[in-house]
Nanobody, 129 residues
Framework: QVQLVESGGGVVQAGGSLRLSCAAS????????MGWFRQTPGKEREFVAA????????NYGDSVKGRFTSYRDNGKTTVYLQMNSLKPEDTAVYYC??????????????????????WGQGTQVTVSS
């Protein structure tokens, strides 16, 4: 089992920055994939970023490439999502997720929510124009 707790959401003006944190506890391991997704009402969950605890694998959604960076602090078993140059369309509830199996070079690159087994409660990010 893995428990995930997100924090760091809030309200920010367009062009600003926020850093989200995802503290993991329980069964973590180097090949585990940690993902970030976001969701707005009435829409499907959207992939944002993924990273392994080892740091050997990272992936980003097209809409956030060049603006968002995911990194980890293995000592704290915490994953971060640094969000820069925020846009109003980045407004969403952001979720952290963890896989139960070690990373493999599959077809979808951990962009699908069904590749993850554990989810946090989500944190709201609102970007005002």
């Amino acid at each position: 089992q893995v428990q995930l707790v997100e924090s760091g959401g809030g309200v920010v003006q367009a062009g600003g920055s926020l850093r989200l944190s995802c503290a993991a506890s329980g069964r973590t391991f180097s090949g585990q994939v940690m993902g970030w997704f976001r969701q707005t009402p009435g829409k499907e969950r959207e992939f944002v970023a993924a990273i392994t605890w080892s740091g050997s694998f990272t992936n980003y959604g097209d809409s956030v490439k060049g603006r968002f960076t995911s990194y980890r602090d293995n000592g704290k078993t915490t994953v971060y999502l640094q969000m820069n140059s925020l846009k109003p369309e980045d407004t969403a509830v952001y979720y952290c997720a963890a896989s139960s199996r070690t990373y493999y070079s599959g077809r979808f690159g951990y962009t699908r929510d069904d590749e993850y087994d554990y989810w946090g409660q989500g944190t709201q990010v609102t970007v005002s124009s």
